[in-house]
């Protein structure tokens, strides 16, 4: 068990372009997470997948934000048109659901120039 | 809407102290409550997960207590080390979903 890996660890985009990052959660956990976090702030709620479901988008995942996690494996966030308002970390998190506790990955650091 | 905030934001004490790290949230109704810790520019680390039937759990110089009753949660560090700074998380699961995070304690502990 290597934990939660994300990938890159660093990305710096200019703005407009379109950017993905992926994430391999523990191998036998059915939930995955995505958190964003600004800094100063908490961590704040995405979206989040039970196998390859999307059961829950946070309103703050705009139309330009897409996630997916073929095969209930690793997972893809991606952001179109980036904008320097999206700069941020970018975390994910894989659990077993119910009472089981979350694990985070480094997380993606994304600065928009 | 459940809301989690953390007391105080900040905090600075010499190294050796004990020391409460406070955290409350606004229902009751919760699965469980995470404590995490963070160091600048890394992600996140899990120290205590207390489930709601639980009232304490301990790691080492590590104790999180839970009064779901109140809506509070304390960490308490012992004997408090420099390698001890970092930024404290509190995050509870109110369902069988997402966890709702506090804005965090950044904890520094001089030398």
């Known amino acids: 068990d290597t934990g939660v890996s994300q990938d890159p660890r660093h990305k710096i985009t200019k703005r407009g372009q379109n950017v993905t990052f992926r994430c391999d959660p523990i191998?036998?956990?059915?939930?995955l997470y995505w958190y964003r976090q600004t800094l100063g702030q908490g961590p704040e709620f995405l979206t989040y997948?039970?196998?390859?479901?999307?059961?829950?988008k946070s309103r703050l995942l705009s139309d330009r934000f897409s996630a997916e996690r073929p095969k209930g494996s690793f997972s893809t966030l991606e952001i179109q048109r980036t904008e320097q308002g999206d700069s941020a970390m970018y975390l994910c998190?894989?659990?077993?659901?119910?009472?089981?506790?979350?694990?985070f990955g480094s997380g993606t650091r994304l600065t928009v120039v | 809407k459940q809301e989690v905030t953390q007391i105080p934001a900040a905090l600075s004490v010499p190294e050796g102290e004990n020391l409460v790290l406070n955290c409350s949230f606004t229902?009751?109704?919760?699965?469980?409550l995470q404590w995490f810790r963070q160091d600048p520019g890394k992600g996140l680390t899990s120290l205590l997960l207390?489930?709601?039937?639980?009232r304490e759990q301990t790691s080492g110089r590590l104790n999180a207590s839970l009064d779901k009753s109140s809506g509070r949660s304390t960490l308490y560090i012992a004997a408090s080390q420099p390698g001890d700074s970092a930024t404290y998380l509190c995050?509870?699961?109110?369902?069988?979903?997402?966890?709702?995070f506090g804005k965090g304690t950044r904890l520094h502990i001089l030398p």
């Open positions: 998190a894989s659990s077993l659901g119910g009472v089981a506790g979350y694990t």
């Open positions: 191998s036998e956990h059915n939930r």
């Open positions: 997948f039970q196998n390859e479901a999307q059961l829950e």
């Open positions: 229902d009751s109704a919760i699965y469980n």
């Open positions: 207390i489930q709601s039937s639980q």
């Open positions: 995050a509870v699961r109110p369902g069988d979903d997402k966890i709702i």
